[in-house]
Structure formats: structure tokens, C-alpha cells
């Protein structure tokens, strides 16, 4: 960044996936319709700021391997078949709620954004498995919001896949900060 004489902004995403793309889209909209620098990374530092995503994992492996989580909670999770929330907030990963169920995960997983939606949003369903559990979950938060066009349904990416396994369902609420925002396409 330093190379460009402050044309450049570094901004820690503290998340991934769509939380990242929301964030991403607004400051971009934002530039395109004259906002200096200064705004635009204002605008996106706010949304990765306030922006959470909830993981659900179907099994702890992946996530031990990938250095995410340590290997006695991954344990335990298998033992009582387990199947963990995980929360990213603030470049966190924490805990949000155990399951036992993936019917109870998915279950948990939209009540845990639906809380999160306190305003307009992005909200996006990821998954690295059955598609057709993530489009059922995204068509019961199209059913909920006022923002039905703002549900989407992405494929994890494979680097992200390595890490949450196969089976992972995550549902990322990027909030929308600039008024104007508008989705692409």
C-alpha cells in the first residue's frame, strides 16, 4: 500500500466469504459513485466490523487439521457426536451452540443469523455439500425478511472447504451500510 503515495487502503477482513463480498461490493459502489478513499475504506472497515458468520460443521477433522480448533475439542465433539455453531466475528472463531442434530444445526443456524437481522442485509447461505439443504435454508429466510432478493446461495470456496469439511453449512449477515447499495447483475 505504501507504494502507491496513499491511494491504497489495507483493511483486515476479520471474516470470510460473502461477509467479505458485501463489504467489498458497498465500498465499490461507493467508489464508483465518487467516494473518496477515506469512505470507502470507512464504509467497509463498518461492515466487517459488524458483519458474522455462523459455520456449522459436520465434523470436527477438518477444522482440527486446518489448525482451527484444538485437537481435544475435536475429540469430544466426535465422541458425543456433536454438531458445533461456530461463530466469526471480529476475526474470531468461537463457539455459538452445540447441536445434536444437523435438522437442530440448520435449525439453530437460522435462528442464530435471524437474531443477527436487525436492518437491511446481505445474507448468505454457503455450503460445501447438498446444495438442496442450502436452497431450502435460504428459501425459509426468503420467507422471513422483507429482502428476499438479498438471500443468496453460494458454494464454499475450496480452500474454505478444506478447513470446514464436506457437509459444511454456513450463513454469513454482511450489513448494508451504504443506502445506495444495490446487488450487481
Given at each position: 500500500?505504501?507504494?502507491?503515495?496513499?491511494?491504497?487502503?489495507?483493511?483486515?477482513?476479520?471474516?470470510?466469504?460473502?461477509?467479505?463480498?458485501?463489504?467489498?461490493?458497498?465500498?465499490?459502489?461507493?467508489?464508483?459513485?465518487?467516494?473518496?478513499?477515506?469512505?470507502?475504506?470507512?464504509?467497509?472497515?463498518?461492515?466487517?466490523?459488524?458483519?458474522?458468520?455462523?459455520?456449522?460443521?459436520?465434523?470436527?477433522?477438518?477444522?482440527?487439521?486446518?489448525?482451527?480448533?484444538?485437537?481435544?475439542?475435536?475429540?469430544?465433539?466426535?465422541?458425543?457426536?456433536?454438531?458445533?455453531?461456530?461463530?466469526?466475528?471480529?476475526?474470531?472463531?468461537?463457539?455459538?451452540?452445540?447441536?445434536?442434530?444437523?435438522?437442530?444445526?440448520?435449525?439453530?443456524?437460522?435462528?442464530?443469523?435471524?437474531?443477527?437481522?436487525?436492518?437491511?442485509?446481505?445474507?448468505?447461505?454457503?455450503?460445501?455439500?447438498?446444495?438442496?439443504?442450502?436452497?431450502?435454508?435460504?428459501?425459509?429466510?426468503?420467507?422471513?425478511?422483507?429482502?428476499p432478493e438479498r438471500?443468496?446461495?453460494?458454494?464454499i470456496e475450496p480452500?474454505?472447504?478444506?478447513?470446514?469439511?464436506?457437509n459444511a453449512i454456513?450463513?454469513?449477515?454482511?450489513?448494508?451500510?451504504?443506502?445506495?447499495?444495490?446487488?450487481?447483475?
Amino acid at each position: 500500500a505504501g507504494s502507491f503515495g496513499g491511494r491504497v487502503a489495507v483493511i483486515d477482513s476479520q471474516n470470510v466469504g460473502m461477509t467479505i463480498g458485501g463489504a467489498v461490493a458497498q465500498g465499490a459502489q461507493l467508489a464508483a459513485n465518487g467516494g473518496s478513499l477515506v469512505a470507502v475504506s470507512g464504509l467497509v472497515e463498518k461492515v466487517v466490523r459488524r458483519s458474522t458468520t455462523w459455520l456449522s460443521v459436520d465434523k470436527m477433522d477438518s477444522l482440527r487439521r486446518g489448525g482451527r480448533v484444538g485437537a481435544a475439542f475435536a475429540l469430544f465433539g466426535g465422541v458425543l457426536s456433536s454438531k458445533p455453531i461456530l461463530r466469526i466475528r471480529g476475526g474470531n472463531l468461537t463457539l455459538a451452540a452445540k447441536t445434536r442434530t444437523v435438522t437442530k444445526a440448520l435449525d439453530k443456524l437460522r435462528l442464530l443469523a435471524r437474531e443477527e437481522l436487525t436492518g437491511d442485509a446481505l445474507v448468505t447461505v454457503h455450503y460445501s455439500g447438498d446444495i438442496e439443504i442450502a436452497e431450502n435454508l435460504a428459501q425459509e429466510f426468503r420467507k422471513e425478511t422483507t429482502f428476499p432478493e438479498r438471500i443468496l446461495v453460494v458454494k464454499i470456496e475450496p480452500v474454505l472447504a478444506w478447513h470446514a469439511g464436506d457437509n459444511a453449512i454456513a450463513v454469513s449477515v454482511c450489513p448494508l451500510e451504504y443506502s445506495e447499495f444495490t446487488l450487481p447483475g
